[in-house]
Protein backbone atom coordinates (compact mmCIF):
# COMPACT_ATOMS: atom_id res chain seq x y z
CA UNK A 1 0.00 0.00 0.00
CA UNK A 2 1.35 3.43 -1.54
CA UNK A 3 0.64 7.02 -0.60
CA UNK A 4 1.94 9.85 -2.59
CA UNK A 5 0.71 13.43 -2.21
CA UNK A 6 0.88 15.42 -5.54
CA UNK A 7 -0.05 18.59 -6.98
CA UNK A 8 -3.26 18.44 -9.07
CA UNK A 9 -2.56 18.18 -12.84
CA UNK A 10 -4.20 20.25 -15.61
CA UNK A 11 -6.40 17.09 -16.93
CA UNK A 12 -7.68 17.13 -12.95
CA UNK A 13 -10.10 19.68 -12.59
CA UNK A 14 -13.15 17.29 -12.87
CA UNK A 15 -11.35 15.39 -10.11
CA UNK A 16 -11.40 18.43 -7.89
CA UNK A 17 -14.96 19.61 -8.73
CA UNK A 18 -15.78 15.55 -7.53
CA UNK A 19 -13.71 16.21 -4.46
CA UNK A 20 -15.63 19.22 -3.85
CA UNK A 21 -18.94 17.57 -4.38
CA UNK A 22 -18.49 14.81 -2.05
CA UNK A 23 -16.91 17.18 0.63
CA UNK A 24 -19.93 19.16 0.05
CA UNK A 25 -22.64 16.36 0.90
CA UNK A 26 -20.35 15.43 4.00
CA UNK A 27 -20.64 18.78 5.19
CA UNK A 28 -24.56 19.13 4.20
CA UNK A 29 -23.77 22.32 1.26
CA UNK A 30 -24.79 20.37 -1.64
CA UNK A 31 -26.96 23.11 -2.43
CA UNK A 32 -23.80 25.92 -2.27
CA UNK A 33 -21.78 24.26 -4.72
CA UNK A 34 -21.37 27.20 -7.80
CA UNK A 35 -18.32 25.91 -8.89
CA UNK A 36 -17.49 24.59 -12.39
CA UNK A 37 -15.37 22.32 -13.46
CA UNK A 38 -14.18 25.20 -16.22
CA UNK A 39 -13.86 27.71 -12.86
CA UNK A 40 -11.73 25.13 -11.50
CA UNK A 41 -9.78 24.81 -14.36
CA UNK A 42 -8.63 28.01 -14.98
CA UNK A 43 -8.63 29.03 -10.99
CA UNK A 44 -5.72 25.95 -10.57
CA UNK A 45 -4.15 26.06 -13.86
CA UNK A 46 -4.41 29.32 -14.91
CA UNK A 47 -0.52 31.22 -15.93
CA UNK A 48 -0.57 32.88 -12.10
CA UNK A 49 -3.17 30.69 -9.72
CA UNK A 50 -3.79 31.88 -6.61
CA UNK A 51 -5.22 28.75 -5.48
CA UNK A 52 -3.56 25.27 -5.51
CA UNK A 53 -4.55 21.55 -4.98
CA UNK A 54 -2.92 18.75 -3.68
CA UNK A 55 -4.45 15.34 -4.38
CA UNK A 56 -3.90 12.06 -2.55
CA UNK A 57 -3.60 9.01 -4.42
CA UNK A 58 -3.61 5.24 -2.50
CA UNK A 59 -2.27 2.53 -4.63
CA UNK A 60 -2.32 5.19 -7.65
CA UNK A 61 -6.06 6.08 -7.51
CA UNK A 62 -7.12 9.67 -5.91
CA UNK A 63 -8.57 9.44 -2.48
CA UNK A 64 -8.60 12.69 -1.32
CA UNK A 65 -6.95 16.51 -1.59
CA UNK A 66 -6.47 19.86 0.31
CA UNK A 67 -7.19 23.18 -1.62
CA UNK A 68 -4.94 26.19 -0.25
CA UNK A 69 -3.90 29.61 -1.07
CA UNK A 70 -0.95 31.80 0.50
CA UNK A 71 -1.90 34.29 3.16
CA UNK A 72 -0.30 37.19 4.76
CA UNK A 73 0.09 37.78 8.26
CA UNK A 74 0.59 42.03 8.66
CA UNK A 75 1.34 41.36 12.40
CA UNK A 76 3.97 38.70 11.52
CA UNK A 77 5.09 40.59 8.45
CA UNK A 78 5.55 37.38 6.72
CA UNK A 79 3.07 34.68 4.25
CA UNK A 80 0.95 31.82 5.57
CA UNK A 81 -1.18 29.17 4.12
CA UNK A 82 -4.66 29.27 4.87
CA UNK A 83 -6.48 25.54 3.88
CA UNK A 84 -9.63 25.57 2.18
CA UNK A 85 -10.94 22.01 1.77
CA UNK A 86 -8.90 18.79 3.39
CA UNK A 87 -11.36 15.90 2.35
CA UNK A 88 -10.45 11.88 2.20
CA UNK A 89 -12.83 9.33 1.12
CA UNK A 90 -14.97 8.10 3.81
CA UNK A 91 -13.70 4.50 2.97
CA UNK A 92 -9.59 5.51 3.17
CA UNK A 93 -10.25 7.58 6.56
CA UNK A 94 -7.95 5.87 9.15
CA UNK A 95 -4.90 5.33 7.13
CA UNK A 96 -2.63 8.60 7.60
CA UNK A 97 -3.85 9.99 4.16
CA UNK A 98 -5.43 13.01 5.97
CA UNK A 99 -2.43 13.77 8.32
CA UNK A 100 -0.21 13.07 5.10
CA UNK A 101 -2.12 16.01 3.19
CA UNK A 102 -1.70 18.02 6.53
CA UNK A 103 2.14 16.88 7.20
CA UNK A 104 2.90 18.36 3.50
CA UNK A 105 1.63 21.67 3.99
CA UNK A 106 3.04 22.12 7.21
CA UNK A 107 6.50 20.92 5.52
CA UNK A 108 5.97 23.90 2.82
CA UNK A 109 5.48 26.16 6.12
CA UNK A 110 8.21 25.21 7.29
CA UNK A 111 10.41 25.41 3.92
CA UNK A 112 8.74 28.71 2.78
CA UNK A 113 9.79 30.41 6.19
CA UNK A 114 6.01 30.98 6.52
CA UNK A 115 4.22 31.92 9.74
CA UNK A 116 1.26 29.09 9.95
CA UNK A 117 -1.05 27.12 8.66
CA UNK A 118 -4.70 27.66 9.37
CA UNK A 119 -8.44 26.62 8.77
CA UNK A 120 -11.88 26.66 9.34
CA UNK A 121 -13.57 23.32 11.33
CA UNK A 122 -17.47 23.74 11.55
CA UNK A 123 -18.36 23.43 15.15
CA UNK A 124 -20.83 19.98 14.50
CA UNK A 125 -17.84 17.94 12.79
CA UNK A 126 -16.56 16.48 15.93
CA UNK A 127 -14.63 13.30 14.26
CA UNK A 128 -12.55 16.58 12.09
CA UNK A 129 -11.82 18.27 15.34
CA UNK A 130 -10.53 15.67 17.17
CA UNK A 131 -8.50 15.24 14.14
CA UNK A 132 -7.09 18.30 13.94
CA UNK A 133 -6.40 18.41 18.04
CA UNK A 134 -4.74 15.68 17.24
CA UNK A 135 -2.27 17.21 14.90
CA UNK A 136 -1.50 20.13 17.91
CA UNK A 137 -3.73 22.39 15.84
CA UNK A 138 -5.50 25.31 18.51
CA UNK A 139 -9.06 26.29 18.41
CA UNK A 140 -8.93 30.02 17.68
CA UNK A 141 -12.56 30.61 19.73
CA UNK A 142 -11.21 34.60 20.17
CA UNK A 143 -12.20 35.31 16.73
CA UNK A 144 -15.82 35.33 15.17
CA UNK A 145 -15.89 34.50 11.26
CA UNK A 146 -17.82 37.19 9.21
CA UNK A 147 -18.67 36.76 5.89
CA UNK A 148 -20.46 39.30 2.83
CA UNK A 149 -21.91 37.90 0.00
CA UNK A 150 -24.93 37.86 -2.13
CA UNK A 151 -26.96 41.22 -1.92
CA UNK A 152 -24.69 42.35 0.59
CA UNK A 153 -21.64 42.58 -1.44
CA UNK A 154 -23.10 44.29 -4.27
CA UNK A 155 -24.67 46.81 -1.66
CA UNK A 156 -21.43 47.31 -0.10
CA UNK A 157 -19.51 47.41 -3.74
CA UNK A 158 -21.96 50.28 -4.49
CA UNK A 159 -21.37 52.43 -2.09
CA UNK A 160 -18.21 53.37 -3.04
Known amino acids: MTLIIRPAR ?4 GLVLGFIGELA ?29 DIAEWDGEPVGFAVW ?15 EDLFVREAQRGRGIGKALMAGLARRCVDEGLTRLAWWVLNWNEPSRVFYRSLGAKAQDEWTV ?7 LVALADAS
Open 10 to 13: PDEA
Open 25 to 53: VYEKLPHEIEATQAQIAASLFCEQPRVFC
Open 69 to 83: FYTYSTFRGRHGIWL
Open 146 to 152: KRLDGAA
